[in-house]
């Protein structure tokens, strides 16, 4: 499923203008980040990839479907969209039926419904909790259900909006699994995300917003290079870039791997 | 002399089927800047409740043990005593919000109006405290019209403008990005040199390592861990509970494997200490 974003502009209501003109294209099977300082417009761009917000200027095509011409719920089949605050999505009054209400929603046949929820709790570790009420988990495990409730309904685009915020090493390293997992699928993956050093480890490509312009757009490795670029719109290299850097190693060291490897080259 | 003690305080919550902190006791000193770090669910902001006064004035459960804040045994209290000496900055700021208030600069005025302070001095206060969380031109804004970012700024200036002598801080930064998260450590860190106490949970070990004095580990309700910076974030426990480590720690310990750390050196948790460390790798190497 090709994406393709061309001079998108967005004023809200109170007349703030969160986007500018942005243009760009996502191919199927990409794993994006999308990083910035708050406010960029990060949220307002993917808003439009599943028809949430339509754009007061340019287009969205997601496939043959200009957004524009296109319901939002029909969207949902192609685009999936996990909310940074689970507590904007969760409804229902179980994990299961929560779950289950995507795909189901979708027209998916009741067997197929079945199937799709119980891959989408067992991929996210939730299963324990199909009959627990998802008020009654804590924030971080809401924030799995919420992103369960999205795997299910088995659309070709993910999309994550902070999926690291607030989550415990463990989570994080299920939130990396998972991005693999859809890759291994052949899903687009795109992320929004503060967590830089998560981008780098997991995702593949990176756009950069700022004051709703996109002011960077290059393969991970490049992208990690771009200190002044990223930091005029308050983003750090990550970690492990800027040790290498440090011992001119190298300037787009991504992974433990990758810095591993280059050091044993200086020796 | 101690400004928080706690002393082998346990709680466990009405609807809790098993207690959210067992045993815990520690005490901070005036001006010390405490991070508690611990998986999801270890208890972190039961803690940040504990101190604050919420558990078991708002919270309700079983408590036992002993809190002291600011002179104040806590158990026997009341929120309204408590707000004077210890405030806290939710995780989620939409719960922190009031909700009656149009504007930012309202909301930050809503403490104040609460606690009796005379016009006045208000402004002057909210002006501070407005620049120094850098949300001066959000002051017409209404606080629910604000991005994540922006309205962890909001819930952060709310509490500061109070002046509590303890401020509890429950993963603040969670929704900024890197710089905005480097300046909240910023101005939580100089509130210290003006006799404030901080204790903050939080995640992000890089700037924990940059800033805090000291570092309380949780895990399942009990402290694992308590001590300096160095010896609690490099603490080869910590990933086997779950609780994140700097990258510079961890891509160490996978050097350390291959003998591509200096041998008998300390596991650096700062972009120096590893830059230094693997320099040394480096040299080493050539003086072969």
Redesign the interface.
């Given at each position: 499923m090709r994406i393709e974003i061309n001079d998108l502009h967005y004023t809200y209501a109170t007349g703030v203008e969160a986007l500018r003109g942005v243009s760009f294209s996502v191919e199927p099977g990409e794993r994006l980040a999308i990083v910035g300082q708050n406010g960029a417009g990060k949220t307002t761009l993917v808003k439009h990839l599943n028809g949430l917000l339509k754009p007061t200027q340019g287009s969205v095509m997601v496939g043959d479907w200009d957004t524009r011409q296109t319901a939002t719920y029909r969207l949902a089949q192609r685009v999936g969209y996990v909310f940074q605050n689970p507590d904007e999505q969760l409804f229902c009054s179980s994990v299961g039926e929560e779950v289950a209400f995507g795909p189901r929603n979708l027209g998916f046949p009741a067997e197929k419904v079945e199937q799709l929820a119980q891959e989408a709790m067992a991929l996210t570790e939730i299963a324990a909790y199909a009959e627990s009420n998802s008020y009654d988990l804590s924030p971080s495990m809401r924030k799995l259900v919420a992103l369960a409730s999205v795997l299910a309904m088995d659309t070709p685009v993910v999309v994550l909006d902070e999926p690291t915020t607030g989550q415990d090493a463990v989570n994080i390293g299920r939130m990396a699994h998972i991005v693999n997992r859809l890759y291994e699928q052949g899903k687009t993956v795109i992320t929004i995300t503060h967590d830089i050093d998560f981008c780098a480890e997991n995702l593949a490509r990176l756009i950069a917003m700022g004051q709703g312009k996109m002011i960077l757009d290059a393969p991970m490795h490049e992208a990690v290079a771009q200190e002044a670029l990223l930091e005029s719109t308050y983003v750090t290299p990550p970690q492990l870039t800027r040790l290498g850097k440090r011992l001119e190693l190298s300037k787009s060291i991504c992974t433990a791997n990758e810095f591993l490897s280059a050091l044993r080259g200086k020796q | 002399m101690a400004i928080i003690e706690l002393n082998d305080f346990s709680f466990q919550y009405t609807?809790g089927k098993q207690p959210a902190l067992q045993h815990v006791s520690f005490s901070v000193e005036e001006g010390e800047f405490i991070a508690v770090i611990?998986?999801?669910?270890s208890g972190k902001s039961t803690l940040c409740y504990t101190i604050s006064g919420f558990i078991p004035h708002f919270f309700k459960g079983e408590t036992s043990g002993l809190v002291k804040v600011d002179g104040v045994e806590t158990l026997s209290s009341n929120l309204a005593e408590m707000v004077l000496h210890a405030g806290l900055v939710f995780?989620?700021p939409?719960n922190q919000i009031s909700g009656s208030k149009f504007t930012v600069y309202e909301e930050i005025a809503f403490g104040l109006e609460n606690l009796g302070v005379p016009g006045s001095e208000m402004a002057g206060r909210i002006d501070d405290v407005m620049a120094l969380t850098g949300i001066r031109e959000l002051a017409d804004r209404s606080p629910y019209?604000l991005?994540?970012?922006?309205q962890q700024r909001v819930a952060l200036a709310s509490i500061l403008v109070m002046q509590p002598r303890v401020i509890v801080l429950d993963?603040p930064t969670?929704?900024?990005?890197?710089?905005?998260?480097r300046e909240v450590f910023q101005v939580v860190r100089s509130m210290t040199s003006k006799g404030i106490t901080i204790i903050m949970a939080e995640?992000k070990v890089?700037h924990i390592a940059a800033f805090a004095d000291r570092v309380i580990v949780l895990d399942e309700g009990k402290i694992l861990r308590q001590g300096t910076v160095r010896e609690t974030l490099t603490d080869p426990l910590l990933?086997e509970c779950?609780?994140?480590?700097?990258?510079?720690t961890?891509?160490a310990q996978?050097?350390q494997k291959?003998a591509?750390w200096p041998a008998g050196r300390a596991l650096p948790v700062t972009?120096e200490e590893?830059?230094d460390g693997?320099?040394e790798?480096?040299r080493g190497?050539h003086a072969h």
């Open positions: - | 609807t611990g998986p999801n669910g995780q989620n939409f019209a991005s994540g970012g922006q993963e969670s929704q900024l990005d890197p710089i905005g998260t995640h890089e990933p779950g609780v994140g480590v700097s990258r510079f961890t891509v996978l050097a291959e591509l972009l590893a830059a693997f320099r790798t480096l190497s």
